[in-house]
């Protein structure tokens, strides 16, 4: 079993800058990739962005392109998703997942953390 924990969230402004991280502990030997979901309010879980276990590949959801970026620590167990230019459509809860696939659907990824809030005013 691989637990996942989420830290970093919070209440930012519009335009702001906010980075969140997730730790995986447990059978993390094997090659996982990693990813982070969000929901809304009302809305279903939707992709944000996903990284390989090298951390060669990475892939965004259009709505973040170019605003958020993830990264994988050198331990490979650890993945932070840097976000710039946050707007008050990116408040949701953000889940980080992992799988065997680099993918952007819920069903790719076996494992998944708590969530953690995200709140952008205007």
């Known amino acids: 079993q691989v637990q996942l924990v989420e830290s970093g969230g919070g209440l930012v402004q519009a335009g702001d800058s906010l980075r969140v991280s997730c730790l995986a502990s447990?059978?993390?030997?094997?090659?996982?990739?990693m990813g982070w979901f969000r929901q809304a309010p009302g809305k279903e879980r939707e992709f944000v962005v996903a990284i390989s276990w090298s951390g060669e590949i990475t892939n965004y959801a259009d709505s973040v392109k170019g605003r958020f970026t993830i990264s994988r620590g050198n331990a490979k167990n650890t993945v932070y998703l840097q976000m710039n230019g946050l707007k008050p459509e990116d408040t949701a809860v953000y889940y980080c997942?992992?799988?065997?696939?680099?993918?952007?659907?819920?069903?790719?990824?076996?494992?998944w953390g708590q969530g953690i809030q995200v709140t952008v005013s205007s």
């Open positions: 997942a992992a799988g065997q696939r680099l993918g952007g659907r819920t069903y790719d990824y076996s494992y």
């Open positions: 447990g059978r993390t030997d094997s090659p996982l990739a």
